[in-house]
C-alpha cells in the first residue's frame, strides 16, 4: 500500500534526523530547508518515486543524461519543466549525499551518467527549477535556490543523516 511521503511513519524520524544533523552538526537553522530535505528522504523510501520520471514514450528515465534531454523537450515555460529540473536535483542530491558509495561502485555501469559530475547536474537542476516563478512556488523557489548554491553542504548534511539513523539500527 502506497502512502504519502508526507505521512509515512518514517518521516518523523527523517525530521528529527535531519533537523539534528543540520542544526547540530552542520550549524545550519533553515526550518524550510531542513523539512524539504526530510520529505526528499520520505519521498524516495520507494524505488518507483527515486524514478519517477518518464520519457514522451513512457519508458521509465533511470539516467540524469536522459532526465536531463528530456526536460530540454519541455516547453520552457509551466509545472512539468519546473518538475523535471526540481526532480533531477532531488535525485542527484539523493545519490551524492545519501549513498556516495553507491555512485562509485556503478561508475563503470552507469552508462551516459558515467560522464558527467552529479552536483554540477544536481546545481544547475535546482538553479533552473528556481527561475520558475508563480505564487504557488515561490517559498519554493527559495529553497531551490538556496540548495543550487549549497548543493554540496546539504549532501553532507544527507550524508550525516545517514550516519545517524545507521548508528541507531
Same mark, same amino acid.
Given at each position: 500500500?502506497?502512502?504519502?511521503?508526507?505521512?509515512?511513519?518514517?518521516?518523523?524520524?527523517?525530521?528529527?534526523? &535531519?533537523?539534528?544533523?543540520?542544526? /547540530?552538526?552542520?550549524?545550519?537553522? #533553515?526550518?524550510?530547508?531542513? $523539512?524539504?530535505?526530510?520529505?526528499?528522504?520520505? %519521498?524516495?523510501?520507494?524505488?518507483?518515486?527515486?524514478?519517477?520520471?518518464? #520519457?514522451?514514450?513512457?519508458? &521509465?528515465?533511470?539516467?540524469?543524461?536522459?532526465?536531463?534531454?528530456?526536460?530540454?523537450?519541455?516547453?520552457?515555460?509551466?509545472? /512539468?519543466?519546473?518538475? !523535471?529540473?526540481?526532480?533531477?536535483?532531488?535525485? &542527484?542530491?539523493?545519490? &551524492?549525499?545519501? !549513498?556516495?558509495?553507491?555512485?562509485?561502485?556503478?561508475?563503470?555501469?552507469?552508462?551516459?551518467?558515467?560522464?558527467?559530475?552529479?552536483?554540477?547536474?544536481?546545481? %544547475?537542476?535546482?538553479?533552473?527549477?528556481?527561475?520558475?516563478?508563480? $505564487?504557488?512556488?515561490?517559498?519554493?523557489?527559495?529553497?531551490?535556490? %538556496?540548495?543550487? $548554491?549549497?548543493?554540496?553542504?546539504?549532501?553532507?548534511?544527507?550524508?550525516?543523516?545517514?550516519?545517524?539513523?545507521?548508528?541507531?539500527?
Amino acid at each position: 500500500m502506497w502512502i504519502p511521503p508526507t505521512e509515512h511513519p518514517l518521516r518523523r524520524l527523517f525530521s528529527g534526523l &535531519t533537523e539534528h544533523a543540520f542544526l /547540530t552538526t552542520l550549524g545550519v537553522a #533553515d526550518p524550510p530547508l531542513i $523539512d524539504y530535505l526530510s520529505l526528499l528522504l520520505s %519521498r524516495f523510501l520507494h524505488v518507483h518515486d527515486i524514478y519517477q520520471l518518464r #520519457d514522451t514514450k513512457g519508458r &521509465t528515465l533511470h539516467e540524469v543524461v536522459d532526465m536531463a534531454l528530456e526536460a530540454q523537450q519541455l516547453p520552457p515555460e509551466g509545472r /512539468t519543466a519546473r518538475e !523535471f529540473h526540481r526532480h533531477i536535483g532531488d535525485f &542527484t542530491l539523493f545519490w &551524492t549525499g545519501v !549513498f556516495p558509495e553507491s555512485l562509485e561502485q556503478q561508475r563503470p555501469h552507469l552508462g551516459k551518467d558515467a560522464f558527467i559530475d552529479y552536483c554540477a547536474q544536481g546545481k %544547475r537542476s535546482y538553479f533552473i527549477a528556481s527561475t520558475f516563478e508563480d $505564487d504557488e512556488g515561490r517559498e519554493e523557489t527559495r529553497i531551490f535556490r %538556496r540548495l543550487s $548554491d549549497e548543493f554540496e553542504l546539504c549532501a553532507y548534511g544527507l550524508n550525516q543523516v545517514r550516519r545517524e539513523w545507521e548508528q541507531r539500527m
